[in-house]
Structures are given as structure tokens and as C-alpha cells.
């Protein structure tokens, strides 16, 4: 399967979104929606296994040549604690840039690109340890909660200690 390349189709769409706005990709895990801003997607490509490497924590599957430049790739449900993603031929993964690094991300779907509002961006609310660390934020969009992935703390802790 062709890989999506989101840089090119961009052009048009993100002058659409004023100075108060963002632009989001979101991807589904399970029933969850999640979402991260459009600027940092590079592309969506399908699930094709990756290298695994020692020594990593359970959401790291391993890490994918795309065209010369390795990229690791982090499988979003295991990092949310709800054990690894049995992929299958509809799973996707979401190369973004974080800082000068490129690294993917293991999801269910790509649902949608939307356009909200920074008003409309809340703070997460306290209780679940986990989505509090890795989330900068949640926005309702269409009576849907979207949870906006915070990309540097996916991304961090990969190693394993010691």
C-alpha cells in the first residue's frame, strides 16, 4: 500500500485555519480518539511490521527504514497502558516529527483531519495518571472527546532503566 504523503495535499487546508485555530489529524485507538497537530504529521503508511530492538519498553515495536532515515515506532495503545496492539493489515502508522527526530506512531485508524478552536482546548481533567502525562489537552468536536497527544512524552522513557 502507497503511503499517504499529508505534506503535499496540506497547502490549501492549513490556510483555512485562522490564528486561533489548529488543525489536528485524528486516529482512533479502540473506542478513544486522539489527535495531534497537522504540522508535525510527515505521513500515514501502513502497518508493516518494524525491527525490533533490546532492550526497550514494551510500547516501542521496533523501529522501520523509511527511505534511509530510521524511524522508531511507539505502539500508542501499550503506551497507554492497555497492553501491545495486535496489528493487522488495518493498522497505520503515523510518522511525525517531534523536535529534529522523526518517529511513528502505532494506531487502530486514521479518522479525520479537524479544525478546532484553542478556546475549545481544556485541560485534562486529574485522575488517570497516565493520560494526564501524555496528553496536553482535550477538546470536544462533533459531541466527541479528543484527546490531544502530547508528542514528547509518548516519545520519552523509551529505554529500558538500568
Known amino acids: 500500500m502507497e503511503a499517504l504523503n499529508l505534506r503535499e495535499d496540506m497547502g490549501e487546508k492549513t490556510g483555512v485555519a485562522g490564528a486561533n485555530s489548529l488543525q489536528l489529524i485524528a486516529f482512533s485507538i479502540g473506542e478513544q480518539t486522539y489527535g495531534v497537530e497537522i ?4 505521513e500515514i503508511r501502513a502497518w508493516n511490521g518494524a525491527t525490533p530492538l533490546p532492550n526497550t519498553r514494551e510500547f516501542v515495536r521496533g ?7 530510521i ?13 501491545q496492539t495486535s496489528p493487522t493489515k488495518n493498522h497505520v502508522v503515523v510518522v511525525m516529527s517531534v523536535g529534529d527526530k522523526w518517529v511513528g506512531i502505532l494506531v487502530d485508524a486514521v479518522s479525520d483531519i479537524l479544525t478546532v478552536s484553542r478556546d475549545d482546548i481544556h485541560n485534562v481533567p486529574e485522575g488517570n495518571s497516565i493520560d494526564t502525562e501524555l496528553l496536553n489537552g482535550i477538546v470536544t468536536h462533533d459531541s466527541r472527546m479528543v484527546g490531544l497527544i502530547d508528542l514528547h512524552a509518548v516519545v520519552s522513557g ?5
Do not use: E, H, W
Not at 504540522?39 to 510527515?42: A, E, I, N
Not at 522501520?64 to 532515515?69: E, F, P, Q, S, V
Open 71 to 83: 524511524v522508531p515506532i511507539f505502539d500508542l495503545r501499550a503506551r497507554f497502558g492497555d497492553g
Open 39 to 42: 504540522t508535525t504529521v510527515r
Open 158 to 162: 523509551a529505554k529500558m532503566d538500568g
Open 63 to 69: 523501529v522501520i527504514n523509511l527511505r534511509g532515515t
